[in-house]
């Protein structure tokens, strides 16, 4: 079982930057695929980004595809994600997940797809 934290969150204002990273702790982070998800206040949890076991595909929602980006560090047992030119529509707290499987290479966006969960970090973009 992985065991996942985020950090990185905070408050920055619109056009500005925030780096996300997910600390894995557990046996065989490398063999998972991690997602991003978010959830805004009173809406449901919304995939955003996808990385698979290796790290050379990814997926990104339409509304944050050339803005975001996810990465991981498998030596490092972290995945991170970029988030760049930040709207106020990109306020809400932030989950990492990692897949149910190991070594798939599909694109997974589905939360019934991860079976581990972070305790999310809090993104506030506002002027």
């Known amino acids: 079982q992985v065991q996942l934290a985020e950090s990185g969150g905070g408050s920055v204002q619109p056009g500005g930057s925030l780096r996300l990273s997910c600390a894995a702790s557990?046996?065989?982070?490398?063999?998972?695929?991690m997602g991003w998800f978010r959830q805004a206040p009173g809406k449901e949890r919304d995939f955003i980004a996808h990385?698979?076991?290796?790290?050379?595909?990814?997926h990104y929602e339409d509304s944050v595809k050339g803005r975001f980006t996810i990465s991981r560090d498998n030596a490092k047992n972290t995945v991170y994600l970029q988030m760049n030119s930040l709207k106020p529509e990109d306020t809400a707290v932030y989950y990492c997940?990692?897949?149910?499987?190991?070594?798939?290479?599909?694109?997974?966006?589905?939360?019934?797809?991860?079976?581990?969960w972070g305790q999310g970090t809090q993104v506030t973009v506002s002027s």
């Open positions: 557990g046996r065989d982070f490398s063999s998972y695929a």
């Open positions: 997940a990692a897949d149910r499987v190991k070594y798939s290479r599909l694109i997974k966006s589905a939360l019934n797809d991860y079976k581990s």
């Open positions: 990385i698979n076991w290796s790290g050379d595909i990814t």
